[in-house]
């Protein structure tokens, strides 16, 4: 340890142009300060299986530091890098703490103490492709994968947030999840039309929808049509007024809120023709009452 402690210290002395700098060497430590006292200085410490390099300046109470830590009767190096915890410390065993010197069972840990982001990643390429972060472990024998998350170039000028996994069986990256420029959110299709598109099947406890209402059929100047009406109607196009055909729904699809409100319309209408239908009938059953008493 002895020998490369003097080759550092010999580096250290060649690389620093301050010729009056004091240097002092007490067997395990070199120190290099500047002459005036003020200012960062280095130290370079080698102490049994234990290295560390580090510049502190006392005028602000700031420090960095590099240990290097080698084990007992082998070549293993690489032990352990501090930095100040004012700056944000790194540390490592294995495992890569950022923030913190406790990484503990995570191969990389951050930690801020701030309520800024954590992590920023960015892409300075000023060409087409994607920006992601990608979790891979497709070389597994049992149920490999492949996570992804980011950026990616779907279409020119659109620039949208996808969720891709692999899929086991054709070995397939699949965007299962994806957010477009405009806010639309797909699932199952890369392209969405509307504020949640989904290529698949939805289930639900309940679907809460504001929209307009059939209210407007209990207004004294809505017309309803007479029965004999509805039933030509019928007769020549096969589904009921306002209502859309069969062709018109595989082609176009239904609005859920929309159809929810003709449908009732209908049950309204039809409410108001019984209604009348009543009148009829009672206004029947008291002339045939009335003839009867005759």
């Known amino acids: 340890m002895t020998k490369y402690m003097k080759l550092a210290w010999l580096a250290l002395a060649l690389m620093t142009a301050d010729t009056a700098a004091t240097q002092t060497y007490n067997g395990t430590a070199f120190t290099l300060a500047p002459p005036s006292g003020v200012g960062p200085g280095q130290f370079i410490n080698g102490n049994g299986d234990a290295a560390t390099f580090s510049t502190v300046d006392n005028e602000i109470d700031s420090w960095w530091g590099l240990g290097i ?29 950022i923030g913190t010197t406790t990484p503990g069972l995570y191969p990389l840990f951050v930690k801020n ?12 390429s000023t060409s087409p492709g994607a920006a992601v972060i990608q979790f891979d472990r497709s070389a597994a024998t049992a149920n490999p994968a492949v996570w992804t998350v980011g950026y990616s170039d779907y279409n020119a000028g659109d620039w949208p947030l996808g969720f891709t996994v692999m ?11 994806l957010i477009n420029a405009s806010g639309n959110v797909g699932i199952g299709t890369t392209s969405p039309q509307y504020k949640l598109s989904v290529n698949g099947t939805i289930q639900a406890k309940e679907v809460l929808v504001n929209t307009g209402w059939a209210d407007y059929v209990f207004q004294p100047n809505y017309r309803v049509r007479p029965l004999a009406e509805v039933a030509a109607f019928i007769k020549a196009n096969h589904h009921l007024p306002d209502i859309p055909s069969e062709s018109e729904v595989k082609e176009n699809g239904v609005s859920l809120g929309d159809m929810q409100a003709k449908l009732l319309a209908k049950i309204e209408e039809l409410t ?8 009829k009938n009672r206004a029947l059953a008291k002339k045939v009452a009335q003839l009867k008493g005759r």
């Open 272 to 279: 108001l023709q019984m209604i009348q239908l009543d009148k």
């Open 113 to 124: 103490s701030g309520h800024w982001q954590l992590l920023n990643l960015q892409n300075p």
């Open 69 to 97: 830590k080698s084990q007992c009767c082998s070549n293993y190096v690489g032990y352990g890098i501090v930095f100040d915890a004012r700056a944000g410390s790194i540390y490592t065993q294995g495992n890569v703490g």
């Open 167 to 177: 899929d086991a069986t054709s070995g397939s990256n699949l965007t299962r999840l």
